[in-house]
């Protein structure tokens, strides 16, 4: 055999060692894949829990509540009888300011009258001053009362529920108002979209206005 048919014989022979050797390593590396990996993926499948997420919408959550509702007839009812007394006590002095109109200058019957008008507009002011803090004072009580129920409430059904993460939803109200205040609603709004399987608002609202129907049944 010529030299030169020899090293065409041994180029062959080493061709085929080689893909041998190729198709060897590529079998082996695809049972390595398809076996080692699949077994240790599925471990930590089975140890990874999926996260549990909800939603809730405050402002509907507030403007159902029942309790919500008999507060706020209350404090009108309260902020009613305020201004009551507030217009009653405007129209004694327009009165009084009539009368001493009539009366004549420098009279000892206009002085006395005049002094008891700045002491009535003195106690007006006091008391419309007086009002104001008071309702302010019981409006900011009664909100933060509300919220902490229903933030509880909502801590209450997390847990219960094995929830791993509550988000708060707010829809703004978009009408009315200038360009900056539409602009400050759109970035509060922090959930743009989520599905009816996340949506908790209404089974919080349903819980709350229960509890508080039991409450005032024992009352």
Do not use: H, W
């Amino acid at each position: 055999m010529k030299r030169k048919d020899l090293y065409k014989t041994n180029d062959k022979r080493n061709n085929r060692a080689f893909i041998y050797a190729f198709v060897g390593v590529v079998c082996l590396s695809l049972f390595v894949v398809n076996s080692f990996p699949k077994q240790v993926v599925g471990a930590d499948a089975t140890s990874v829990k999926a996260l549990k997420i909800g939603v809730v919408d405050l402002n509907d959550v507030f403007s159902k509540y029942e309790k919500r509702k008999k507060c706020d007839t209350q404090l009108k009812e309260q902020e009613a009888q305020y201004q009551k007394s507030i217009n009653d006590k405007k129209k004694e002095l327009v009165a009084l300011s009539e009368k001493i109109q009539l009366m004549d200058l420098g009279s000892e019957a206009r002085k006395k009258d005049e002094e008891t008008f700045e002491k009535k507009n003195m106690e007006l002011e006091s008391f419309a001053k007086f009002a104001e803090k008071n309702l302010v004072k019981k409006y900011k009580s009664y909100f933060e009362g509300l919220y902490t129920e229903v933030c509880k409430e909502v801590e209450e059904i997390g847990k219960r529920e094995q929830y791993d993460l509550i988000i708060k939803k707010e829809e703004p109200e978009l009408q009315g108002g200038g360009i900056s205040e539409l602009q400050f609603k759109v970035g509060i709004k922090a959930v743009l979209y989520n599905s009816d399987a996340v949506e908790l608002t209404s089974r919080v609202i349903d819980s709350l206005n229960k509890k508080y129907a039991e409450v005032s049944k024992g009352k």
